[in-house]
C-alpha cells in the first residue's frame, strides 16, 4: 500500500526555516518521482518543488528556487524540503506527492504559517 506521511509544519517567524518531512511507503525512489505542493487558502494547490526518480534530479518552482531544498533519503524512506528566508507568501498547508502505476497519491498535508 502506497502511504506519504507529511511533518514539519510550524509557526515561524518570516526570514525563518523548517525542515518537512515525507515518509512514503510502497513504492521506490529509484522508479517514482516525488513532489512537494501547497495550498494557499482561497488559491489553488501549486507545484513547489521535485525529485525524479532515479538519479534524483532536482526542480523548483521560480518562487521557491534559491530558498527551498528537496531531498531524499532511501534508507529512511523519506523525502524532505528544506525551506529557509521564508516569507508570508510562503504561508499553506504543504504537501507530498507521487504517482505510482498509474495513481496519484497524496499525504495529509502539514501546514506551515510565516509571519511577518
Known amino acids: 500500500e502506497v502511504q506519504l506521511v507529511e511533518s514539519g509544519g510550524a509557526l515561524v517567524q518570516a526570514g525563518g526555516s523548517l525542515r518537512l518531512s515525507c515518509v512514503t511507503s510502497g513504492f521506490s525512489y529509484d522508479h517514482y518521482a516525488v513532489g512537494w505542493f501547497r495550498q494557499a487558502p482561497g488559491k489553488e494547490r501549486e507545484g513547489v518543488a521535485c525529485?525524479?526518480?532515479?538519479?534524483?534530479?532536482?526542480f523548483y518552482a521560480d518562487s521557491v528556487k534559491g530558498r527551498f531544498t528537496i531531498s531524499r533519503d532511501k534508507a529512511k524512506n523519506a523525502v524532505y524540503l528544506q525551506m529557509n528566508s521564508l516569507k508570508p507568501e510562503d504561508t499553506a498547508v504543504y504537501y507530498c506527492?507521487?504517482?505510482?502505476?498509474?495513481?496519484?497519491?497524496w499525504g495529509q498535508g502539514t501546514q506551515v504559517t510565516v509571519s511577518s
Open positions: 525529485i525524479s526518480s532515479g538519479h534524483g534530479d532536482t
Open positions: 506527492n507521487a504517482i505510482v502505476r498509474g495513481t496519484d497519491y
